[in-house]
Structures are given as structure tokens and as C-alpha cells.
């Protein structure tokens, strides 16, 4: 008897859990052995994939601040990786690019999961690839907004662990204070 579609969901929620843990192994173990943050390779991938950024794109999707982009885009920069260069379309603005070099001395990992993962494509025919795609596609922006809506509450106002007072969570990071409630007597 065929699985139900309950368990069919369950076996893909699970194979989904796997996969994404399994990315962000892959994704540790290319920056432990080009002695990288995992934060590094995740801003190397995005300026693969969408191509140059400002710091301010960087920032928003990593989730860093503004001055620990600037230190990431430094200690990029200096490793041969990246580079600042000029926007074509506004010269005022400045945008990070891969260095092609650096992304040759890197390439090697990715070529042999590529590779691994073009066997496993093979095997699918074209209404299976589109599936496929869309799935994790539609997956990808749900958790992009899952990710927001993170950012979004993590902004709002929280309530001190003291319990007196109220601050943001960039408030609590920085080690800011607001002032105290006022309580109003019993």
C-alpha cells in the first residue's frame, strides 16, 4: 500500500530538516577549511548569486549591523575575496564584488557538490524538475519572511528581564537604556 499523504508530508518536512541541516554542515566545513566565518561564506554565496552589493544589501541579508559589515567586507577584502569597486549605474555608490581569483581558490569544494548533485538531477524527468524547483522556491520565501518577521519582533519593544524596564532588542545589544516604566500606585 502506497503512503498516505500524511505520511508522505512527514517524510518531506523531514528530508527538508535534513537537507537544510546539511547545507549549513557543507557551508561550516568550507569555512573552517578556508578558515572563514560562517557568516563569510554566506556573504561570498550572496555576491555569487545576485552579484555586487552595497553594505547596506549585505546587511540586510545577512542580519548584520552596519559596522560589523564593514569589518566583514575589510577582512573579505583583505583576504583577496572581495573587493570595493565604484556602482556602474551610480558612481557615487560604492558596491562589493567577488574577486575571480578568490572565487577560484574556492571553487574546488563546490565543484565536487555540484557535480554530485547534477547525478542526482539526472534522474528526474522535466515535470519532476519543475516541481522540484518550485517546492524549494516557495520554500525558500517562506522562510524569508519567517526570517523578517524574526527581525521584525526582535525590533519591537521587550520587556527587560529586570521586569522595570522597557527596551529594543538593539537597545538590550548595545547595552542602551530606556527610562523606567512608570508605575502607577496600588
Known amino acids: 500500500m502506497p503512503p498516505s499523504r500524511d505520511e508522505l508530508v512527514a517524510t518531506l518536512i523531514q528530508a527538508t530538516r535534513r537537507s537544510a541541516t546539511t547545507a549549513v554542515l557543507f557551508h561550516g566545513a568550507i569555512a573552517e ?3 572563514l566565518t560562517a557568516t563569510d561564506t554566506r556573504t561570498l554565496e550572496l ?38 569597486t565604484s556602482d556602474p549605474a551610480d558612481r557615487r555608490r560604492v558596491v562589493v564584488e567577488r574577486v575571480p581569483d578568490g572565487a577560484a581558490q574556492m571553487n574546488a569544494p563546490y565543484a565536487a557538490i555540484a557535480r554530485a548533485t547534477m547525478k542526482v538531477i539526472a534522474e528526474y524527468a522535466e515535470h519532476d524538475l519543475q516541481v ?23 525590533n519591537a519593544k521587550t520587556l527587560h528581564p529586570s ?24
Do not use: C, M, W
Request: glycine share 10%; aromatic share 2%; proline share 2%.
Open 33 to 35: 577549511r578556508f578558515s
Open 47 to 84: 555576491l555569487d548569486r545576485l552579484g555586487p552589493r552595497s553594505a547596506g544589501d549585505i546587511a540586510t541579508h545577512t542580519g548584520l549591523a552596519a559596522t560589523s559589515v564593514t569589518s566583514l567586507i575589510d577582512r573579505l577584502e583583505a583576504r583577496g575575496l572581495v573587493r570595493r
Open 132 to 154: 522540484i524547483a518550485d517546492y524549494l522556491n516557495r520554500g525558500a520565501e517562506a522562510a524569508e519572511a519567517a526570517i523578517a518577521q524574526l527581525h521584525v519582533e526582535g
Open 163 to 186: 521586569g522595570d524596564k522597557k527596551q529594543t532588542a538593539a537597545q538590550a545589544r548595545s547595552g542602551s537604556r530606556v527610562a523606567r516604566r512608570s508605575r502607577s500606585p496600588k
